[in-house]
């Protein structure tokens, strides 16, 4: 940390102390009273990892192979951000995206070269700074013998201008992989138990070994995560990245692929997940929801035949809002579009053939890196469970303060939604509540989202869809509909 950077925190915290002492409460950090009335996702930390559910500013690629892959997702990409391309030949890519009668009306080129497409494993993760929020992007130590992919995060951060960490020299080296590191957004993050193997004793990657509890307080230090949830790595999974069969919904929900009985990794991800579920709730001290998605066979065959690709629908990206997803085989495809499109309602959901990249071992989200906002209004809600009263609360944060928030509820699908403004709560910082409405006789189900604006005029909301993609609860009858 810079000498200034030192200064400043020491002036903000000698101002907090100040308008404690004179009974004033801080608009953005917690007093102790608040912090003992708080969930855990609002303890102050230095840095927040954004969760994939979040606004995206960028969505960036490497342009070096499977380029019949990466322009499908630059045709439906640069609808929802700006594609940047990383490449040594412009011309060449503008004149394949034409041929393609792909626009590059939000394509940006920037000159960088690379090695590989992985960009998710080379590429800089991105970390807001609380309490002010401001967009960081962070360089780790590389877990391949590819010098220009390692370059790579120093001309990204140029090249964009947003500032750049180093994590990669001793002693905050550490060696964490994109396709491997999962978060929700509020300090929980997951990956499999790859990042101990390359982080510890005989690892060729860094300098100085590292034990378990001391990644666990490099991660604390730079993203801000509080619980690192690490699973067993699989059998037939050759490069143990999480995202190949496991992903996030949202804070407390697991998408988990799934063999048929008995087959390929079909155990062990079963296995892990009843570790994990045994062991850890969601961040609102509730167990984990699982939705299950199929893991399709290669014509057939499993991994677990020797000549079968590791298939995979979990390792797809969302940009803002839309889904890209791979394809294989359409008997096989239907029935994952079916979970998706029924797990994101209002999303569009694009499905992309991957027959030639997974068979080098990666699917979408491995030749993708996204990059959240500047600036983020951040809604953190947990779906009700039930619409027969009561009220719905949400934790709602932006550096500038939120102005107004709202919920949003109609009592079918299409609507009209009426907006019932949400009220700050007396008892827990930065968390929002509105009454729910009372439904109508006929009335089944309660449709809602929510929306929030900060003082600055950022605006967002939770879906993200809004009214085309809301939350659907039965009324006065247990459990989540989605």
Not at 10 to 17: D, T
Not at 92 to 115: I, K, M, T
Not at 361 to 383: K, S, Y
């Amino acid at each position: 940390m810079s000498v200034q950077d030192t200064l400043r925190r020491l002036l903000c915290w000698l101002a907090v102390g100040i308008r404690l002492l004179a009974g004033q409460s801080d608009p953005r950090l917690l007093n102790d009273r608040e912090m003992a009335q708080a969930p855990d996702f609002l303890a102050p930390a230095e840095y927040r990892l954004p969760a994939e559910w979040e606004e995206t500013e960028y969505l960036l690629l490497a342009w070096v192979q499977y380029t019949p892959v990466l322009r499908e997702i630059v045709r439906y990409a640069q609808e929802e951000c700006t594609v940047v391309v990383l490449c040594t030949d412009s011309a060449a890519v503008r004149q394949y995206l034409a041929e393609g009668q792909v626009p590059a009306d939000r394509v940006r080129l920037l000159p960088v070269p690379v090695n590989s497409v992985w960009i998710r494993d080379y590429g800089p993760a991105t970390v807001f700074r609380q309490p002010e929020g401001t967009r960081y992007l962070m360089d780790w130590v590389y877990n391949r013998p590819r010098p220009l992919d390692d370059a790579a995060p120093a001309w990204i951060a140029a090249g964009l201008q947003i500032p750049l960490l180093d994590a990669t020299r001793p002693p905050d080296d550490l060696v964490l992989i994109g396709g491997n590191l999962l978060s929700d957004g509020i300090g929980t993050a997951f990956s499999s138990n790859l990042t101990l193997s390359e982080n510890g004793a005989g690892s060729a990657f860094t300098p100085q070994p590292k034990t378990e509890a001391q990644i666990d307080r490099l991660l604390a230090r730079h993203l801000g995560i509080r619980r690192y949830i690490r699973l067993p790595e699989l059998p037939f999974d050759g490069i143990h990245h999480l995202d190949m069969h496991f992903r996030l919904l949202d804070e407390e929900t697991l998408l988990v692929g799934e063999y048929p009985p008995g087959v390929a990794d079909g155990p062990q991800i079963e296995a892990n997940l009843q570790q994990l579920l045994s062991q850890h709730g969601s961040p609102f001290g509730t167990p984990y929801r699982v939705v299950r998605i199929p893991m399709p066979p290669d014509h057939g065959a499993y991994p677990d035949t020797w000549w079968a690709d590791y298939r995979t629908y979990t390792n797809a990206v969302l940009i803002n809002r839309t889904l890209l997803m791979p394809l294989y085989e359409p008997k096989y495809d239907s029935a994952a579009l079916a979970v998706w499109r029924r797990q994101l309602p209002g999303y569009r959901i694009i499905g992309i053939d991957c027959n030639q990249i997974i068979e080098a071992g990666g699917a979408l989200r491995c030749i993708t890196l996204t990059i959240p906002i500047e600036d983020p209004l951040q809604i953190v809600h947990q779906p009700l469970r039930q619409a027969d009263g009561g009220q719905a609360a949400a934790w709602i944060r932006h550096r500038s303060g939120i102005r107004q928030a709202w919920l949003h509820a109609a009592w079918q699908p299409e609507g009209p939604f009426t907006a019932i403004p949400m009220q700050p709560s007396g008892t827990q910082p930065q968390q929002w509540t509105a009454p729910l409405p009372q439904p109508p006789p006929e009335a089944h189900t309660l449709y809602y989202y929510l929306e929030a604006e900060s003082y600055s005029g950022r605006r967002t909301a939770r879906p993200l869809p809004g009214a085309a993609g809301p939350w659907r609860v039965p009324i006065g009858h247990p459990g989540i509909s989605r």
